[in-house]
């Protein structure tokens, strides 16, 4: 929910730029305790994995780690 609403805030920023509005946009990957791993490494590396597939899926989303999408992540794990 959180994540929501700072991609939705982040969103609507217009910023203004000399004659022009300056859009702005925002990939965010997710990841919790204990769920998607145990140690800070296991996290990261989950959040990092969901961030991948946020941005090789279309940018400007959220997405939240999951095992099965990490195909679509287009860089290798360790």
């Known amino acids: 929910e ?3 609403d ?3 805030t982040i969103d609507a920023l ?3 730029y000399r004659r022009f509005n300056l859009t702005t946009t925002i990939s965010m ?3 919790w305790y ?6 800070k490494e296991d996290l990261l590396r ?3 994995t969901a961030l991948y597939v946020a941005k090789n899926t279309g940018r400007d989303r959220v997405i939240v780690y999951d095992e ?3 195909e679509q992540v287009g860089r290798s794990h360790p």
């Open 2 to 4: 959180r994540a929501d």
């Open 6 to 8: 700072l991609h939705a």
């Open 46 to 48: 989950a959040a990092d």
């Open 14 to 16: 217009n910023i203004p």
């Open 68 to 70: 099965t999408n990490t």
């Open 34 to 39: 204990p769920a998607h791993g145990n140690t």
């Open 29 to 31: 990957g997710l990841a």
